[in-house]
């Protein structure tokens, strides 16, 4: 159930510091669930040509310069020979192996991002290397020793990289990996940030998290930083709860932040996808979320911001009252399709309830909503005796979807979990988890075609020319005919895969960074060639 609802904003504005010049382009992004109502202000009309470069890669064109390749969160490459005539003659070119102290999710959950003649990546220890993109050779490595379960990321602009630790953010020469500017942004020990940096026109984005490791921190809430590139200084900040004493009981709940980068559309509106809120599903004394009455503003909300301001222009909720662990996090996507006969701009979102939406990027109306994978007992609240639920805690859409030519494509998780009104919380048995990927007709949800998978789809999808890659937790990775569904690749890496792949001119990046199934340490970074 979806709730609508209209704001003035909270935002709040730092001082304004002198950054770099133009690139004012933005490009969007889509996040969905729950009907928007918003009432944006005029808008300045934004420059084409600036808008143009932002939502392709611009002097970029060729690269991965950001975690989802472009402002938009696209994932889709087409200045690549990679299509369905030729992908089968894909070659491992050369192996990598990743350094890091595995945690439970392994050494890496992240996407390599690709600038010119170089590749980077960045462990779960917040370590980033640089790598000679045809030799896979180690150009510089930068310890930073910072360990974050992920999604983590890096993300170049303005001749300057960008990533986080778990505390804070930092800026890098590529050249050289040396220190242009760091910034904390949360004291150790009161929550995280586990997000890939964004960024646009002359601004970073990140966002801290409540939780440490799985373990969520009473009294903490996620916050959204926009910073000056040029040198990490505040521009303003966001609160992703609504509600300062966190709904009555802060010495209980948390809840709110990001794990996802957002999405910039043609207009200057920042998209995010908000978090859940937390105990889950409750506690001996409050089941069923009883310790944070209503409907738990702004987690899992997709949000509409202003980029420039932090002020909030609307928001959406999609899983109100959330007790299930449904999280709104996957990266949205902007794009442009036909609504009653006219073009108009879209964003989608998607996230662990298992379900897909898209809006009007400018007033979040509701276009359709799909449901992929299995549902079962995925609402109202929960008994007291023991009841399996799907999605579970570990399924839904966990990575991020892609589009292209106007099919969106959605990678998902079937893994069930047991929960009880006051617990249950727990990882499952990942041996049971399978998976899927869904094509969809972006103009009207409707499924195209789905393909079953082996294991649990946590590789993101990402597509060149008519060609969609996904992977699985097992290591697989494959490639389908994106009209058809038709396997045309497939190759088995010697680790699991819960990283997401990039594409640079002839060549797919895959990152295989935890143990999966078999508990392998063999963790490599994979160069697949023509």
């Known amino acids: ?59 970029h064109a060729r690269d991965w310069p ?19 005539r030729t992908v089968k003659d894909l070659k491992v070119k050369w192996r990598l192996p990743l350094e890091g102290k595995p945690t439970f999710a392994g050494v890496m959950a ?36 910072s360990p974050s379960v992920g999604p983590n990321g890096v993300a170049y602009s303005h001749g300057l990289l960008f990533g986080t630790t778990f505390t804070g953010v930092f800026a890098l020469d590529p050249a050289t990996g040396r220190t242009v500017w760091t910034r904390e942004l949360i004291p150790a020990g009161q929550g995280g940030i586990d997000v890939a940096p964004h960024v646009y026109e002359d601004t970073v984005v990140v ?18 930083y926009a910073l000056d590139a040029a040198t990490g200084k505040e521009r303003w900040n966001f609160n992703t709860i609504k509600d300062g004493d966190l709904w009555g009981h802060p010495e209980i709940n948390s809840g709110g932040g990001t794990w996802y ?18 105990p889950l599903p409750g506690t001996p004394e409050y089941p069923n979320g009883a310790s944070r009455p209503g409907p738990n503003l ?8 202003d980029s420039r301001t932090g002020k909030l222009l609307w928001y959406q909720a999609t899983a109100p009252h959330d007790i299930r662990d449904y999280d709104l996090q996957d990266p949205p996507i902007v794009t442009t399709t036909q609504v009653n006969g006219v073009r108009t701009e879209v964003v989608l979102a998607a996230g662990k309830m298992g379900k897909v939406f898209a809006y009007r990027a400018d007033n979040g109306t509701p276009l359709w909503t799909l449901s992929v994978g299995t549902h079962m007992n995925d609402e109202g609240p929960l008994p007291d005796t023991p009841t399996v639920v799907m999605p579970g805690i570990l399924g839904g859409v966990e990575t991020p979807m892609a589009l292209s030519r106007g099919r969106l494509f959605v990678p998902w998780v079937d893994t069930p979990s047991t929960l009880t009104a006051t617990g249950g919380l727990q990882l499952p048995d990942y041996s049971v988890g399978r998976g899927g990927l869904t094509a969809a007709d972006v103009s009207t949800g ?48 010697p680790a699991g895969i819960i990283s997401f792949p990039a594409i640079s001119g002839n060549t797919l990046f895959v990152g295989a960074g935890t143990p999966g199934l078999s508990g392998s340490s063999q963790f490599e970074l994979i160069a697949y060639s023509l």
């Not at 966002?207 to 959204?224: E, L, Q, R």
């Open 1 to 59: 159930m979806s709730i609508i609802l209209r704001t003035r904003g909270v935002g709040r504005r730092g001082r304004r510091t002198p950054g770099w010049a133009g690139f004012t382009a933005l490009a969007a992004l889509v996040l969905a669930i729950g009907p928007g109502m918003a009432a944006p202000g005029p808008e300045a009309a934004p420059d084409p040509a600036a808008v143009a470069e932002s939502h392709g890669r611009g002097a």
């Open 66 to 84: 950001l975690s989802n390749g472009d402002l938009t969160n696209t994932r889709n490459v087409t200045r690549t020979a990679i299509d369905s």
């Open 110 to 145: 992240s996407n390599p991002i690709v600038v010119g003649d170089t590749v980077y990546l960045i462990n779960l220890d917040s370590d980033v290397t640089a790598v000679d993109k045809e030799t896979g050779k180690v150009r510089w490595k930068r310890v930073f020793d």
């Open 207 to 224: 966002s801290t998290v409540p939780n440490t490791f799985g373990k969520y921190v009473p009294g903490a809430m996620g916050t959204i």
């Open 261 to 278: 980068a957002p999405a910039l559309d043609s207009h200057g509106r920042l998209f995010v996808t908000i978090a859940n809120p937390a």
């Open 298 to 305: 702004y987690t899992n909300c997709l949000l509409a911001i």
């Open 446 to 493: 409707k499924v195209l075609w789905k393909r079953d998978l082996p294991q649990m789809a946590l590789g993101a999808a990402t597509v060149a020319n008519d060609v969609v890659f996904t992977s699985t937790f097992d290591g697989q990775v494959f490639a389908f005919d994106t009209a058809t569904g038709k396997t045309l690749w497939c190759d088995k890496t």
